[in-house]
């Protein structure tokens, strides 16, 4: 294969992108679980936000058992998969419309492209994923009564109707929008930097997504934080984003949009070195295989 024929499939093979999208989504949430669960915990107002990553993790052990931090993986499994091969077939297939129009080796045209495509490839993957955050997050919460995620989706539509499920939706595009287009304008233009070559470099991939993570995830903490509180909640108190912003004020003023934001950062960086190396991985082995085949 010539040096960057994998950074380009066949805007047609959408399989290939949609088969790495989807290993890549269930790798970054699985590996990184109980991290995600951690941070969930220290975001929500029925803790104090003062205890430290470690001490939440070893007081979850502790008081709730050794599998506590994983409870809930099983609805990013049936989320992700699905969720993350629209979004990357969907961004690679806008991507690559983007370059036959523009000059995509100017970096101000690939941080425009990039961004626009990453927005795209959100709205798509939002609407698969919402449901899935909603129920996870809820297993994850302190004195949570759910052990299966079925039942725990069950009860919310009971008692909260289909709404429950994409009561965070506005807040979790209002995040994710800047979150991603950040994401992957820092991991594209990183790639440029570091991989000038533009040849599947495994090491480069995993730099280039921890980056591009961390920085989004910090920028973007203070909306984290809304979506969770919308999440947890049981009744619909607080509906919609700007409320939730007054209530995360009005519990931990200023402070209070930054709480988990280390968890968040420590959790992002090597999710999404995870997820970009494994879907940079599997793009060039499938690539490879197609021509071979």
Excluded at 153 to 168: C, Q, T, V, W
Aim: hydrophobic share 40%.
């Amino acid at each position: 294969m010539n040096p960057g024929d994998y950074e380009t499939l066949p805007t047609d093979n959408v399989s290939s992108h949609m088969i790495a999208g989807a290993i890549a989504g269930i790798m970054e949430h699985c590996v990184m679980y109980p991290l995600d669960s951690v941070k969930t915990r220290m975001q929500s107002l029925a803790t104090s936000g003062t205890e430290g990553i470690g001490e939440t993790l070893l007081r979850m052990i502790r008081h709730e058992g050794i599998l506590r931090p994983i409870r809930g993986m099983s609805a990013m499994v049936v989320g992700a998969g699905p969720s993350h091969a629209l979004y990357f077939s969907s961004y690679e297939f806008t991507k690559n419309i983007f370059a036959q129009y523009f000059n995509a080796s100017r970096y101000d045209m690939l941080i425009c492209g990039s961004s626009i495509s990453g927005c795209i490839a959100t709205l798509i993957h939002d609407g698969f994923m919402n449901p899935a955050e909603v129920v996870k997050q809820r297993m994850q919460m302190i004195n949570s009564p759910y052990t299966s995620a079925l039942r725990c989706a069950i009860n919310i539509y009971k008692l909260e109707g289909p709404r429950a499920f994409y009561r965070s939706y506005t807040t979790q595009l209002t995040m994710n929008v800047p979150f991603q287009s950040i994401q992957f304008s820092v991991y594209e233009l990183s790639q440029r930097i570091i991989n000038k070559e533009q040849v599947h470099n495994p090491t480069a991939h995993m730099i280039s997504g921890a980056l591009a993570g961390g920085v989004a995830a910090a920028i973007t903490t203070p909306l984290d934080v809304c979506k969770t509180l919308l999440n947890t909640q049981q009744t619909q108190a607080t509906s919609g984003m700007v409320e939730a912003m007054r209530t995360v004020y009005r519990y931990g003023g200023i402070s209070g949009f930054f709480r988990g934001i280390q968890a968040r950062v420590m959790f992002q960086m090597p999710a999404t070195a995870i997820c970009w190396s494994t879907y940079e991985f599997f793009k060039y082995t499938l690539k490879s295989s197609s021509d071979i085949s």
